[in-house]
């Protein structure tokens, strides 16, 4: 198997036969050098000790204290898309005349999501790993100094491991709980209860309207949650996209049986019979939820969605100088600003620049190469910051360009497909910007998809140079659209280029011609007068 084609940041989920964890361990065990650590072994760290060494001779290492993988491998993105998409498919049939479909054996779609995420078997990826040349070593690592990692092993014992030339932390981050009263002590749901989620509560309260939340209320409500409360600030879900991305995902989710409570937060939280019963089952006993309006809502679990903490607070980043517990700030090579001799890196969402795993996984391709590159440089890495002999920045790859893409898709329903920055963003950015919308429901490819389709999409055009900066795509069969605004923006695509970038009929994608011409409508009449 290559990198893409096993589990988690893409791929199957049969387990690799052969794999022998214990007997790898004891084979790098002895070991206290490598050209690279890579600290934190999820999808994207595998990547930047792939790119690194791949075509270099340099030798690498994975630390990882959990499973090689990640938290996307196994409680997020991949058990998320495992439990969303018996619930898309319900839903689609739903919406067809002739057609009906129902979700009969919940217990059955969790035991699908079991196999997707391995039963928390991290074998096939260490094989992975191990089959590319790249080691894995167990333990939590801490930054000891310069290019050095203190491990401490799964059986309490510490060492010292050497990194020749680079050292990337890719330690990712955390579910944030907010100190509201009385929350943290009712143990409630994080991301990665309800994503391995083994019990259906019938009462939930979800806490957040972001991506978790909205995804998480699709899949518990398509489940056979019986009650479901979404409760979130300001007056929108998914605030990061266009403003009518979370309307119709609010609606969609408001005709799903869900109740919003828009503009509400948590003022307390009550469960007097608390019990810690593993990840994915209830924690105790009733939850009584008191919003800022003094109502309240009880349920039987409680999930906090409110944003993510970089796992930053304790892995040595003061032995180098950095301040801890925040994001790490990078340049476009992913080297930590405020280090000296360009031998740390960070990919991921450590770096704060887009929480996703192909952003991060992108990230870390750039950083593998740059590191392979300045190794090549003839500089001697050991030689203590010496980097004179070191490509310059200009000459190295750079992560900005792939950035300036940042695709996304929120499988909601419907689902949230983008590309770029919204039209907020690119007037921030200061950008003098064009937009122009188009009614997905007006078009013959969704009308066959599902007969009450609703949906829209939108272009944020940058006026100076006339190319795509933003897209935006919402309705039932998007996702794969984004790809699409993705290469327009990322490749600068002047809009001449795209008139004749003609899209198959009947398609979703023959949005993308209605929103040329509704903007050719536009400029034609500003030019007439
Ligand atoms: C519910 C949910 C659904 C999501 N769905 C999607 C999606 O569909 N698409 C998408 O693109 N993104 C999705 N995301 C975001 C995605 O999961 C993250 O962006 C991604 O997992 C971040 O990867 P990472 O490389 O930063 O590290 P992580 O995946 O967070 O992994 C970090 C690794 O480092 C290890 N580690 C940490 N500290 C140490 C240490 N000191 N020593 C050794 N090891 C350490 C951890 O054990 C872990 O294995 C989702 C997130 C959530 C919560
Ligand atoms: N399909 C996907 O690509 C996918 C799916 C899930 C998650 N993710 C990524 O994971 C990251 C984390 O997702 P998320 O939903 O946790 O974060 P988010 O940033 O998307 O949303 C956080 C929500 O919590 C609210 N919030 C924050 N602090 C709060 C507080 N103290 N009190 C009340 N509400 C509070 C915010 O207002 C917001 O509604 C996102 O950046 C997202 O990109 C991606």
Redo the contacts with the bound molecule.
Sequence with gaps: MTSEDRSLDGGTAAIAPGSDRAEFDRSSSDRAEWDVIV???????ENAAQYASQFSGLTSVL???????????Y???M???SLLRPVEVVDAANHLSGVAASLADPQAVLARRDEVINRLDDASQVKWATDNGIDVVR????LAGERTIELTAPDGSTRLLHARHAVVV??????SVPATPGLREALPWT?RD??NLHEIPRRVVILGGG??AC??ATWLRGLGVAELTVVYRGDGLLTNQEPFAGELVADGLRDSGVQLRPGRTVSAVARPDVRDTGTGLVHGGEVRVTLDDGSVITADEIVVAAG?TP?TG??GLETVGLPTGGFLDVDDQQTVRGVDGSWLYA????CGKA??????KYQ?RIAGEVIAARAAGGADPAGAGNTTDLPSATDLPSAAAGHLGLP??T?TNPEVGSAGMTERRAREAGLDVETVEHDLAALAGTYVLREDYRGRSKLVIDRATDTVVGATFVGTGTAELVHSATVAIVAKVPLSTLWHVVPSYPTVSETWLRLLESLRATRHAAAKG
Aim: charged fraction near 15%.
């Design positions: 600290l934190g072994g999820a999808a994207a760290g630390v990882e204290a959990s499973l090689v993988g990640g938290e996307c491998s409680w997020a993105c058990p998320s898309k333990g939590y690592g801490r890719d330690t990712g981050s955390s579910p991301s309800v994503t991506v978790v995804e998480a993510r796992n304790d892995i990919i991921g969402d450590v929480l996703l795993t192909h952003m991060g870390a996304q898709v499988f």
